[in-house]
């Protein structure tokens, strides 16, 4: 009986064999062709122990079932290849008889084979489940995580500067308008709206490298000028930053921080080895923060920040409301010039000038009027600035020139040689052409060329570039005659004076009165010459250059007598007579002598 297994070892070797191919052909599973041989031989040793007992053991079937299915052979086709196989050929291989009682324990075995296998490949679908569920659980944990951190950084992107790393305008209004939001009173705050002057020049020379260093190095300083969580320092684009003041109590509060920044500034940069001064100009806008109120506060500093700008640079300059309507005013008049050309709004008044003499009447000035259809007639102060800022002083002049040459040239036949005196802008003497535009006037009109004046300011003379030499030369060959008008309160370049053909001077209004103190007397030394001394030298030295003297801003008898002392040929100004329509002028030349 000993030597019962060893007869038919070879049987179980075959039958290894088989249900190893049997299961390579049913299910796929990654291991070596060795290894699975020796995975089989084990179960088959033990399905032989198994049905060779006397009596079945009812778990060993369910262990070999499970066992089956933990080596990887857990597919309904390898269980069904396995009961066929062992049902055909085990008891064959263990050279057992096919008796009953070994039928019933091969049964048995069977049986229990098969419930090993389903209970050990349903704990397996279970577990693959689980794993299937904890790792779309991670997948999803990092997915997320990246979600955030995602977010994160393009929440960052979206809010800060990414060259300075400040907060950029989004997150300045954004914090700007929770002050809105934080409660039902109104908070206060201050904006401090800030640009490097000039600042182009410095990438022009040095380079953007350079530039965009020394633009991390101004964060960095204006980062330190407030220390106050509430606060907020940004960039909100190229080279111009905001300070958030917030919590304040009145305007200084922000005008602190401008102190502050323009300080923090002031010391000169170390760049790449060479040393950067710059300033900044900053507007300041501080107030009550209400609904739309935020945009507005901003937008305030920067208006403010453009006073600065115009007011020299290097300092700070607070919003003030009615500056600012006042601006508004002159833009809305400034944007109506074209469409008030076209429809012919512009006129003319004229001002009497009298020779200082014989108290006569000997030509006018004419001083342009807007007929506005909602402000009424409006001085040239109001406008004539904006048409020199925009461009439009050139048609302006134009159309302005054509009706005074017209209504002298009239005037001609009731005061023969009366004068008209026109101003002229520099903008205008700039124009390639002005004096051919001249001329065609004056031959449209008639009117003699020399009895046309143009009266051209002290800047005119201080900046006479070649162009402006041109135009007044060709204006002098037409025979027109040059006035420089309001003489003694800019800056007149003798040298330029006596180079230039002239015919005459018009003295600013403020040498016609008398001036105030300003100075006290300094002890010990006597003021030997008057006021009427420095106006005499002042029309001598006229004279000495061969031109005509005209005081303006006379308004009483005893400045017309002063004037004439002193040896002004001409006279103009409220004591002959105020700016005045045509037909009063026309009714002056038509009329008795005015004494």
């Given at each position: 009986?000993?030597?019962?297994?060893?007869?038919?070892?070879?049987?179980?070797?075959?039958?290894?064999?088989?249900?190893?191919?049997?299961?390579?052909?049913?299910?796929?599973?990654?291991?070596?062709?060795?290894?699975?041989?020796?995975?089989?031989?084990?179960?088959?040793?033990?399905?032989?122990?198994?049905?060779?007992?006397?009596?079945?053991?009812?778990?060993?079937?369910?262990?070999?079932?499970?066992?089956?299915?933990?080596?990887?052979?857990?597919?309904?086709?390898?269980?069904?290849?396995?009961?066929?196989?062992?049902?055909?050929?085990?008891?064959?291989?263990?050279?057992?008889?096919?008796?009953?009682?070994?039928?019933?324990?091969?049964?048995?075995?069977?049986?229990?084979?098969?419930?090993?296998?389903?209970?050990?490949?349903?704990?397996?679908?279970?577990?693959?489940?689980?794993?299937?569920?904890?790792?779309?659980?991670?997948?999803?944990?990092?997915?997320?995580?990246?979600?955030?951190?995602?977010?994160?950084?393009?929440?960052?992107?979206?809010?800060?500067?990414?060259?300075?790393?400040?907060?950029?305008?989004?997150?300045?209004?954004?914090?700007?308008?929770?002050?809105?939001?934080?409660?039902?009173?109104?908070?206060?705050?201050?904006?401090?709206?800030?640009?490097?002057?000039?600042?182009?020049?410095?990438?022009?020379?040095?380079?953007?490298?350079?530039?965009?260093?020394?633009?991390?190095?101004?964060?960095?300083?204006?980062?330190?000028?407030?220390?106050?969580?509430?606060?907020?320092?940004?960039?909100?684009?190229?080279?111009?930053?905001?300070?958030?003041?917030?919590?304040?109590?009145?305007?200084?509060?922000?005008?602190?921080?401008?102190?502050?920044?323009?300080?923090?500034?002031?010391?000169?940069?170390?760049?790449?080895?060479?040393?950067?001064?710059?300033?900044?100009?900053?507007?300041?806008?501080?107030?009550?923060?209400?609904?739309?109120?935020?945009?507005?506060?901003?937008?305030?500093?920067?208006?403010?920040?453009?006073?600065?700008k115009a007011d020299g640079k290097a300092t700070w300059r607070q919003f003030d409301g009615d500056r600012s309507a006042a601006d508004a005013a002159r833009y809305r008049l400034s944007a109506a010039l074209p469409g008030a050309l076209r429809r012919g709004e512009f006129t003319l008044a004229y001002q009497p000038v009298v020779d200082l003499g014989s108290g006569r009447m000997t030509g006018v000035e004419a001083l342009a009027r807007w007929r506005h259809p909602r402000h009424g007639l409006l001085g040239a102060a109001r406008f004539v600035e904006s048409a020199e800022r925009t461009g439009q002083i050139v048609a302006l002049g134009q159309h302005l020139l054509e009706q005074a040459c017209h209504q002298v040239s009239r005037w001609q036949r009731q005061r023969p040689g009366l004068f008209v005196n026109v101003n002229v802008a520099v903008r205008e003497l700039q124009q390639v052409g002005m004096a051919a535009a001249v001329a065609q006037v004056l031959d449209r009109t008639g009117l003699p060329p020399h009895l046309l004046q143009i009266e051209i300011t002290e800047q005119a003379v201080i900046r006479l570039t070649p162009a402006v030499t041109d135009t007044l030369s060709a204006l002098l060959e037409l025979g027109v005659r040059i006035l420089i008008d309001d003489f003694g309160v800019g800056y007149s370049n003798l040298a330029n004076l006596r180079a230039l053909p002239l015919h005459g001077l018009k003295l600013d209004a403020s040498l016609t009165h008398p001036p105030p103190p300003a100075f006290r007397p300094v002890p010990g030394r006597r003021r030997t010459t008057t006021d009427d001394d420095f106006l005499a030298t002042v029309v001598s030295l006229g004279h000495q250059l061969g031109l005509a003297v005209t005081a303006e801003g006379i308004e009483t008898a005893a400045q017309a007598d002063r004037m004439r002392t002193v040896g002004c040929d001409n006279g103009q100004g409220w004591h002959f007579g105020r700016p005045m329509p045509a037909e009063e002028i026309t009714r002056l030349l038509t009329g008795p002598p005015q004494h």
């Amino acid at each position: 009986m000993t030597d019962g297994p060893a007869r038919h070892r070879h049987g179980v070797e075959e039958f290894a064999a088989a249900w190893t191919a049997a299961l390579h052909r049913a299910h796929y599973v990654p291991i070596g062709a060795s290894e699975r041989r020796h995975i089989v031989a084990g179960l088959t040793d033990r399905l032989v122990a198994a049905v060779r007992a006397d009596r079945l053991d009812p778990d060993s079937g369910h262990r070999i079932g499970a066992d089956l299915v933990a080596a990887g052979f857990a597919s309904p086709e390898a269980l069904g290849r396995t009961i066929a196989i062992v049902n055909s050929r085990l008891l064959w291989a263990a050279g057992l008889p096919a008796d009953p009682a070994v039928s019933a324990r091969l049964t048995g075995l069977l049986a229990g084979l098969a419930a090993g296998f389903a209970s050990a490949a349903h704990d397996r679908s279970l577990r693959a489940q689980d794993t299937v569920r904890l790792a779309a659980l991670a997948a999803r944990t990092r997915a997320e995580e990246a979600l955030r951190v995602t977010e994160a950084r393009f929440r960052r992107f979206a809010s800060h500067d990414r060259l300075t790393g400040l907060p950029n305008l989004t997150l300045f209004t954004e914090r700007l308008g929770r002050l809105v939001a934080a409660g039902p009173q109104p908070g206060r705050a201050g904006v401090c709206c800030l640009d490097i002057d000039d600042f182009g020049s410095v990438n022009d020379v040095l380079g953007h490298q350079v530039g965009d260093r020394l633009l991390r190095e101004i964060a960095s300083r204006l980062g330190a000028v407030t220390d106050r969580p509430a606060d907020l320092v940004a960039r909100l684009d190229s080279d111009r930053f905001a300070i958030l003041v917030a919590d304040t109590t009145c305007a200084e509060d922000a005008i602190k921080i401008a102190d502050r920044a323009l300080a923090a500034l002031a010391e000169p940069f170390q760049v790449a080895g060479t040393e950067v001064p710059l300033t900044a100009s900053v507007g300041v806008a501080e107030g009550p923060v209400r609904d739309g109120g935020a945009a507005g506060l901003l937008r305030a500093s920067e208006i403010a920040l453009h006073w600065a700008k115009a007011d020299g640079k290097a300092t700070w300059r607070q919003f003030d409301g009615d500056r600012s309507a006042a601006d508004a005013a002159r833009y809305r008049l400034s944007a109506a010039l074209p469409g008030a050309l076209r429809r012919g709004e512009f006129t003319l008044a004229y001002q009497p000038v009298v020779d200082l003499g014989s108290g006569r009447m000997t030509g006018v000035e004419a001083l342009a009027r807007w007929r506005h259809p909602r402000h009424g007639l409006l001085g040239a102060a109001r406008f004539v600035e904006s048409a020199e800022r925009t461009g439009q002083i050139v048609a302006l002049g134009q159309h302005l020139l054509e009706q005074a040459c017209h209504q002298v040239s009239r005037w001609q036949r009731q005061r023969p040689g009366l004068f008209v005196n026109v101003n002229v802008a520099v903008r205008e003497l700039q124009q390639v052409g002005m004096a051919a535009a001249v001329a065609q006037v004056l031959d449209r009109t008639g009117l003699p060329p020399h009895l046309l004046q143009i009266e051209i300011t002290e800047q005119a003379v201080i900046r006479l570039t070649p162009a402006v030499t041109d135009t007044l030369s060709a204006l002098l060959e037409l025979g027109v005659r040059i006035l420089i008008d309001d003489f003694g309160v800019g800056y007149s370049n003798l040298a330029n004076l006596r180079a230039l053909p002239l015919h005459g001077l018009k003295l600013d209004a403020s040498l016609t009165h008398p001036p105030p103190p300003a100075f006290r007397p300094v002890p010990g030394r006597r003021r030997t010459t008057t006021d009427d001394d420095f106006l005499a030298t002042v029309v001598s030295l006229g004279h000495q250059l061969g031109l005509a003297v005209t005081a303006e801003g006379i308004e009483t008898a005893a400045q017309a007598d002063r004037m004439r002392t002193v040896g002004c040929d001409n006279g103009q100004g409220w004591h002959f007579g105020r700016p005045m329509p045509a037909e009063e002028i026309t009714r002056l030349l038509t009329g008795p002598p005015q004494h």
